[in-house]
């Protein structure tokens, strides 16, 4: 494999002494590589930063609502359907659940690009993501099950 012979991170190994620091670094590379096949799988750890960006209005990591609803396990939900939040979504959103939207992947990231197109009607107040990359990303963490 090219990719791992012209490896920038011998040198880096080279350098640093820790040996945990060169485990991490090596399982790093071993995701580049497996992400690399596995063409746009998510990548978690990136999308926990793109989650900053929801971080106002959900929570993934418990199931504390928010201005939006807690988000965790929300990969595989019925939309509208998270119980404690019941009150408060948008007639729009139960509708589309009741309907059979159900937030797989592929829905995931059509939402998130677009929200008001996906689901016209919804209150959620976020313009949508622009990058496949982000989108990928954070349904990525999403699923990871997060854990504060
Ligand atoms: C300004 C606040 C706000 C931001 C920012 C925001 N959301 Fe939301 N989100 C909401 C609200 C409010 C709802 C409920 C919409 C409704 O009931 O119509 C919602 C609904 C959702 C749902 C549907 C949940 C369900 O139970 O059906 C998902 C998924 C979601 N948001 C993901 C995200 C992600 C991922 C981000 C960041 C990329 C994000 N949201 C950013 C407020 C926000």
Redesign the pocket.
């Given at each position: 494999m090219a990719f791992v012979k012209a490896s920038p991170y011998k040198n880096d190994s080279q350098k640093s002494p820790g040996s945990a620091m060169l485990r991490a670094i090596s399982s790093a590379a071993l995701f580049l590589i497996a992400s690399g096949i596995a063409a746009h799988a998510g990548d978690a750890a990136l999308g926990k930063k793109?989650?900053n960006?929801?971080?106002?209005?959900?929570e993934a990591a418990t199931d504390h609502d928010?201005?939006?609803?807690h988000?965790m396990g929300?990969v595989g939900?019925?939309?509208?359907?998270?119980e404690s939040?019941a009150g408060?979504?948008?007639q729009?959103?139960?509708d589309?659940?009741a309907a059979g939207l159900i937030?797989d992947d592929a829905n995931?990231a059509e939402?998130?690009k677009a929200?008001k197109q996906k689901?016209p009607?919804?209150?959620?107040?976020?313009t949508g993501?622009t990058s496949d990359d982000?989108i990928a990303n954070?349904i990525a963490y999403?699923k990871a099950d997060p854990k504060p």
């Amino acid at each position: 494999m090219a990719f791992v012979k012209a490896s920038p991170y011998k040198n880096d190994s080279q350098k640093s002494p820790g040996s945990a620091m060169l485990r991490a670094i090596s399982s790093a590379a071993l995701f580049l590589i497996a992400s690399g096949i596995a063409a746009h799988a998510g990548d978690a750890a990136l999308g926990k930063k793109v989650f900053n960006r929801c971080i106002a209005c959900h929570e993934a990591a418990t199931d504390h609502d928010k201005v939006g609803p807690h988000l965790m396990g929300v990969v595989g939900r019925k939309a509208g359907s998270a119980e404690s939040f019941a009150g408060h979504y948008s007639q729009a959103m139960k509708d589309a659940g009741a309907a059979g939207l159900i937030w797989d992947d592929a829905n995931l990231a059509e939402y998130l690009k677009a929200p008001k197109q996906k689901v016209p009607g919804n209150k959620m107040a976020f313009t949508g993501l622009t990058s496949d990359d982000d989108i990928a990303n954070v349904i990525a963490y999403l699923k990871a099950d997060p854990k504060p």
